[in-house]
């Protein structure tokens, strides 16, 4: 007989979403799972606790709830196993610390997001690990950069507020070949329309606090290894003690659920935003992979399935000194889109970006780049309220 399992592996993404994870059977026939808050957990001898021979021992190494997210992520991902974070920051230094050792050598993609960066600056470099950043076009020639102590490569596809490409399956080729570990932030595709573990990458990262929650309410992180790193992941992680809270893990399981179709609307809406500012001579360019005119737009083609909700938008900018009052200029006549950062949630947003600490792809020269989050509104109120921070921006 046909098991659940084996129909939901070849079902569609909404489908899948609808029942990944817990089984209701295991809960009386509930369709959601209970939050379990624990630390402790009893066991019924001397025995089975010096042993820990029951499922569950303690809070910190999961619960029914946790386990329920943990389990839709890996469906999703197609990975060995998933840790639960506290934050998604904290799903890209929970990885490094467990692969990276004093007098190790990691590359960094040049586009990361920012506060990436500033752990690999501060933290990371005070631990004895050197760190270089690499252009995101980089491709196979990352092979000319690998040192012998090379222990790990990060990508962020596309990178963060500019958006570049990466050819994640020729770098990860070319970094397996000098034997590190491959680790991926996959919070601006998702797993609905990303699949890094199918393209080589080892370590897979999310912000679940963008598309997963979607509701911007909760903060979250997952990280999902294929089986060769699966268990130097949950090591390291056990070691710091980190772990996510049932009533979290319950709540991205919950957003999980509408993701495919909160993210059919995002792509749609930003999409056509981002064609009709891309024909308007207020907008010097707009930085989206689903545009053909994009760089990456091939890359994004090739590799992707979809395109989530947020971009930005280089404004005409004239005279450099001008750039940051045209920003602030546009942000400060929206009355829609809310000044605000992280993304992902329902509402629209934006956000005047700083690119100050990129080292390799630099700011544009032509204007101000302002991202974008396009929320789950309608259209023609969006538009109107794009309008009214592009007519301000024209009057500085
Ligand atoms: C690409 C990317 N990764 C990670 C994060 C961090 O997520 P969190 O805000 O949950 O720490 C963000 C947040 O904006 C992000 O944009």
């Not at 020639?141 to 490409?165: C, D, Q, R, W, Y």
């Not at 989530?308 to 200029?329: E, Q, T, Y």
Request: hydrophobic residues 40%; negative net charge.
């Amino acid at each position: 007989m046909t098991d659940k399992k084996d129909v939901l592996a070849g079902a569609g993404p909404n489908t899948r979403l609808a029942h990944v994870g817990n089984d209701p059977a295991e809960f009386h026939g509930f369709v959601n799972p209970p939050v379990v808050h624990a630390s402790t957990v009893l066991f019924p001898n001397a025995a089975t606790m010096e042993k820990r021979a029951q499922k569950y021992s303690y809070g910190t190494r999961g619960t029914p709830t946790t386990d329920a997210l943990c389990a839709a992520i890996d469906e999703l991902e197609g990975s060995a196993g998933t840790i639960l974070v506290p934050s998604g920051l904290a799903a890209v230094s929970v990885p490094f610390l467990a692969f990276l050792s004093a007098g190790d050598h990691a590359l960094v993609v040049d586009s990361v997001y920012s506060p990436t960066r500033h752990f690999c600056d501060t933290m990371l470099t005070r631990l004895g690990v050197t760190v270089e950043y690499y252009d995101p076009s980089v491709g196979a020639g990352i092979a000319s950069l690998m040192k012998p102590n090379t222990k790990l490569v990060h990508l962020e596809a596309p990178g963060s507020n500019t958006f570049e490409m990466q050819d994640v399956r020729a770098i990860a080729d070319a970094v397996h070949k000098g034997g590190a570990v491959v680790t991926l932030d996959n919070t601006w595709a998702t797993p609905l329309y990303f699949r890094p573990l199918d393209f080589g990458v080892d370590i897979s990262i999310h912000a679940a606090t963008k598309y997963p929650s979607g509701h911007s309410d909760i903060l979250m992180g997952t990280v999902s290894a294929n089986a060769a790193h699966w268990r130097q992941l949950w090591d390291g992680n056990f070691a710091l003690g980190i772990c996510g809270s049932p009533d979290d893990s319950y709540q991205i399981l919950r957003g999980l659920r509408t993701m495919g179709v909160r993210l059919e609307r995002h792509q749609e809406s930003a999409m056509r935003l981002a064609e009709w500012l891309e024909g308007r001579d207020d907008v010097a360019s707009v930085l989206h992979p689903g545009l053909p005119s994009f760089p990456g737009h091939a890359l994004w083609k090739r590799d992707f399935k979809g395109a989530s909700g947020i971009f930005s938008i280089v404004l005409d900018g004239g005279d450099p000194g001008r750039f940051k009052a045209k920003a602030h200029a546009f942000l400060d006549a929206l009355k829609i889109f809310g000044l605000g950062y992280s993304w992902g949630g329902f509402e629209s947003l934006a956000v005047h970006v700083n690119l100050s600490d990129r080292r390799i792809c630099k700011a544009p020269e032509n204007g101000p780049v302002v991202r974008l989050q396009i929320g789950l509104e309608d259209m023609a109120d969006l538009r109107a309220d794009i309008e009214r921070g592009l007519a301000a921006a024209r009057a500085v």
